[in-house]
């Protein structure tokens, strides 16, 4: 298993100015107004006093503009104690909202991290809010951390950061969601043969312990026992064995009582497609197809860590989808948890049969809502692309509350409809309640939602597809490549919302 480094530290300096700190180098965010840099009158501005104008040259000369993404690195500049200057565009107000600084901190890092350096400073602007402060935070975090986990040379080494004229609080809450988004990233890019049921439990386990979370494992005798023959099903092809993982918490003062919030999360640890074998190519990248489970949990040990005062639930079915000479087969019948009937007609889709079942766990523990998030369909690509997850919902409240948290932070959202008179029809079975394909190939990300539907049980519950943000094929200005950690802030901020 590839070694966690842990988070290296993350301290806040209050009364230093930009120009008189000692790093290896400074970041300092520049704004922009009418398609040109605009310095603002935060560090920005100050940095421009203290180095005779140079940020205001360079803006006239055109070097500078502070649009998203731009990243402009100065060696010495004239009046700073630093060795290097890092100017990093935010673009307009309306982009360096919270989810534009997260990007922008981690375009910084990501810079930063190509080699090594004893102390990068970041100078956070008085005017941003708590959420802005804590995203550019966690971007930070985020940023300096790559997919190179098995490289014998790392092409980014992490550094300590020291945040300038933050609010201490701020700074360590985001410190924490960058910590979870980077726990999340780490299972995701970790290899298949290395990540698989059992070793993403004993990982669950593992960060359970550490932050105070109630943390059940079940193995495949308590799986047998309790009737998941779903999970088992998909679980048979592989000599990997699945998993369910439960994890619980309750914050403190907070009364005993249902979860307020259950997440759950899709851990198909490599997904082979199954019979129904997937072509090499669509194959590559499928050790992400744990990346809901991830996430859940990611979100759950966070969740943990800042101590909210809520009751909350996480729940993860994890298993691997193969071949071997046992594996479940197109025509068979699952008798599901639930008690419905499913007929296979694709292997492949094998993400809403695990999650069948892990929907019927929760269901039976009453949360007030639940929240599950799944690299689920390629469908769902088809319709928004890789950067936007799908939405799916059996209660339009609730679905605009995850909506909100989502986009609250960065991470963008769109809801897919469920209407029952178009859809309900198209996932029912010959020979038994339902089928796990639905009739024809138009509308796949809906008729895998009106499949999960069917094992909530009329709970709230929003689904979320993340097939496409959950796994970058491409580097971006802000992030390597490999798992991006999606939906990780976007939980930890609709469980805020519950306090
Ligand atoms: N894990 C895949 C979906 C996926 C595709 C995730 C690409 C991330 C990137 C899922 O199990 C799957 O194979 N879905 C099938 C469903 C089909 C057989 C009805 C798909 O989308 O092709
Ligand atoms: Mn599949
Ligand atoms: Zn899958």
Not at 6 to 21: E, K, N, Q, R
Not at 213 to 221: F, M, S
Request: some cysteine; proline content about 7%.
């Amino acid at each position: 298993m590839s070694q966690n480094p842990g988070p290296l530290p993350i301290t806040v300096d209050a009364s230093t100015p930009t120009a008189a700190v000692a790093a290896d180098a400074v970041v300092a965010f520049v704004g922009s107004r009418d398609d040109a840099a605009d310095l603002g009158r935060g560090p920005a501005a100050a940095l421009d006093t203290t180095t005779g104008g140079l940020l205001t040259r360079l803006a006239a000369a055109g070097e500078l503009r502070g649009k998203p993404g731009e990243c402009l690195p100065l060696l010495a500049p004239p009046g700073l104690k630093a060795a290097q200057l890092l100017l990093v565009g935010v673009g307009t107000t309306t982009q360096a909202d919270a989810g534009g600084l997260y990007r922008a901190a981690a375009t910084a890092t990501r810079h930063l991290a190509g080699r090594p350096r004893t102390l990068v400073a970041l100078a956070a602007d008085p005017a941003w809010s708590p959420r802005q402060t804590e995203q550019a935070v966690a971007g930070a975090a985020v940023g300096m951390h790559g997919q190179d986990l098995y490289k014998s040379e790392r092409r980014r080494t992490p550094f300590p950061v020291v945040w300038l004229g933050a609010a201490a609080d701020a700074v360590e809450r985001g410190g924490l969601l960058g910590a979870g988004v980077n726990l999340a990233r780490r299972l995701v890019n970790t290899p298949p043969d290395d990540l698989y049921p059992a070793s993403f439990a004993a990982e669950a386990a593992t960060a359970a312990a550490d932050v105070g979370l109630g943390c059940e494992i079940w193995d495949e005798a308590r799986l047998i026992r309790e009737g998941c023959r779903a999970i088992l099903a998909v679980g048979r092809g592989s000599s990997r064995p699945p998993r369910l993982v439960l994890l619980t918490y309750r914050g403190p003062g907070v009364p005993e009582g249902p979860p307020q919030l259950a997440l759950v999360g899709k851990g198909v640890t490599f997904d082979s497609g199954g019979l129904s074998l997937k072509p090499p190519d669509g194959m590559l990248t499928m050790k992400c197809d744990m990346a809901g489970a991830a996430a859940a949990l990611a979100a759950a040990v966070t969740i943990a860590r800042l101590q909210l005062p809520i009751r909350f639930m996480a729940a993860v079915g994890l298993a691997e989808n193969m071949t071997g000479p046992a594996a479940y087969k197109l025509g068979d019948v699952i008798r599901a948890r639930s008690g419905t009937t499913i007929e296979v007609h694709n292997t492949d889709a094998e993400g809403r049969i695990v999650l069948a079942d892990v929907l019927d766990v929760v269901r039976g523990l009453s949360p007030a809502a639940i929240v599950d998030a799944a690299t689920l369909t390629g469908a769902c690509m088809v319709a928004l692309g890789t950067e936007v997850a799908g939405l799916f919902t059996n209660d339009q409240p609730w679905c605009d509350r995850v909506a909100a948290a989502a986009r609250a932070v960065g991470e963008p959202v769109w809801q897919l409809p469920m209407y029952p008179d178009v859809y309900d029809d198209l996932i029912k079975g010959e020979v038994a309640d339902i089928k796990n394909v639905g009739d024809g190939r138009w509308g796949g990300a809906i008729t895998a939602a009106k499949f999960l539907e069917r094992f909530v049980g009329g709970i709230p519950w929003t689904h979320v597809d993340i097939a496409g943000p959950a796994f970058a094929e491409k580097p971006r200005a802000w992030t390597d490549g490999g798992g991006s950690g999606s939906m990780v802030r976007a939980f930890v901020e609709l469980a805020r919302g519950l306090t």
